[in-house]
């Protein structure tokens, strides 16, 4: 249960779990999905998912290879959803995959008060998982380490904004001198966006710091700027 006095927030989560067919296919192949939901039928979760790519023969590609995990129970084709708004790529497809419960995170989240807030991304071996919690930023951080320790995943806390946030236009006036550095070299490279433009490491080398303490330097002002502290 979400605290009394507890703020929504709008949080984006890069995720590695084990036994996922999802991660396989996407570090297998160019192409990538877009999870829309799970849902429980018979014992086995059945996900509906848009595969996407730059070309019809790499979608091809990608939904074979989908069949041909030893991870997928079976896989069926509804629609093409080329040209669709918000999915990525020339070409799309949409399946719906049926595959063991136990192997998909989607409940380790949804229990914990994460309920997305737009479709998965699978790409390259990772999931992009934007989630709307009605908790503190501290309490977000706590539940995301249970799922770790539950699941044995590697999560990364990409960001926290307020819900309504449309613009990021914070005033950053209560930031240190270096978190306002780290925190504005983030934006300005593209750290937030999805497909993310530059990675945690190499801002790290730009500013001669160690990746921990960039990420140390980037939770510190985002919760000064939601006003956790």
Not at 55 to 65: C, I, K, P, S, W
Not at 195 to 206: D, F, I
Request: proline share 3%; charged share 30%.
């Amino acid at each position: 249960m979400a605290r009394k006095g507890a703020q929504g927030v709008r949080v984006c989560l890069d995720i590695w779990h084990p036994d996922c067919w999802t991660l396989q296919v996407t570090a297998e192949t160019s192409g990538g999905l877009l999870g829309h939901g799970v849902h429980e039928i018979d014992g086995l979760a059945n996900g509906r998912f848009t595969a996407y790519a730059d070309t019809t023969e790499e979608v091809d590609e990608l939904v074979a290879a989908v069949r041909a995990s030893d991870l997928t129970e079976s896989v069926w084709e509804t629609d093409d959803h080329a040209g669709d708004a918000g999915v990525p790529g020339s070409a799309a497809r949409g399946i719906v995959v049926r595959y063991e419960l136990q192997n998909s995170i989607n409940d380790a989240l949804v229990s914990r008060g994460f309920i997305p807030d737009e479709p998965v991304r699978m790409q390259g071996g990772r999931e992009r998982w934007t989630v709307l919690v009605h908790e503190t930023r501290q309490t977000v951080h706590e539940r995301v380490e249970e799922i770790r320790e539950e699941r044995d995943a590697d999560i990364d806390v990409e960001l926290i904004t307020a819900p309504e946030d449309g613009g990021g236009m914070f005033r950053t006036d209560a930031l240190s001198e270096r978190q306002r550095e780290v925190y504005e070299l983030a934006r300005r490279r593209d750290y937030y966006t999805w497909p993310r433009e530059v990675s945690a490491a190499s801002l790290a080398a730009e500013l001669d710091i160690s990746k921990a303490t960039l990420l140390e330097h980037l939770r510190k002002a985002e919760s000064k700027l939601l006003g956790d502290d």
